[in-house]
């Protein structure tokens, strides 16, 4: 919170920035869409080539539909974006789902892409940044790589299903993991499955 020339306190802009990048799971990068439309949060998304190649063997969704669901859409090689720059406010951001490729291009600060450099940005203004890595297992470089981000100031959240919740179907999985990772904004999303304790 900043204030303004009148003293007043005023908020971040309600606004969150969704990289979808090519591991398995854009279905986690699509439900963080539809979570932020009903939650009123204005989506800043920016998808790699990998991710749309993912999007079509393991969804319905065409690359029209997923960009429908976003508030506003960057284009990946457009480094000249709003989002990549510090002064361009946010919450902050998530990857749903972060491969170890971008995860990695995160850790070093080398970015190539607006999806990496906004996650740098991220970083270096110390707003959250939630990744929500797919691979398994981890071999020992990708375990340090994991290290260095955490140690950077990044989350990092897989998205493991939560079996308490007994979910009947995918969407119900998919949607826990991406309401827990909006938990870490702050952010409570009616989906979420919460546990009430032993009865």
Request: proline letters at 5%; aromatic letters at 4%; charged letters at 20%.
């Amino acid at each position: 919170m900043v204030d303004d020339v009148n003293g007043a306190i005023r908020n971040p802009p309600a606004r969150i920035v969704v990289g979808i990048s090519g591991a398995s799971g854009a279905i986690y990068g699509a439900r963080t869409l539809d979570a932020l439309n009903d939650l009123g949060i204005e989506s800043h998304l920016v998808v790699t080539k990998a991710a749309l190649l993912t999007l079509s063997q393991e969804t319905d969704l065409t690359p029209d539909a997923l960009t429908a669901k976003a508030s506003v859409v960057h284009r990946l090689g457009d480094v000249g974006a709003t989002i990549a720059s510090g002064s361009f406010r946010t919450l902050g951001m998530i990857v749903a789902p972060c491969s170890v490729r971008t995860m990695s291009e995160i850790a070093t600060g080398v970015t190539s892409t607006l999806l990496t450099r906004a996650a740098d940005v991220t970083l270096k203004e110390r707003r959250p940044l939630v990744l929500m890595v797919r691979e398994t297992p981890f071999h020992l470089g990708h375990l340090r790589t994991l290290t260095a981000l955490a140690e950077m100031g990044a989350v990092i959240a897989p998205p493991l299903p939560a079996l308490y919740a007994r979910p009947a179907s995918i969407q119900e999985m998919v949607d826990q993991s991406v309401g827990r990772a909006l938990d870490l904004f702050g952010l409570d999303w009616d989906a979420v499955q919460r546990w009430k304790g032993l009865s």
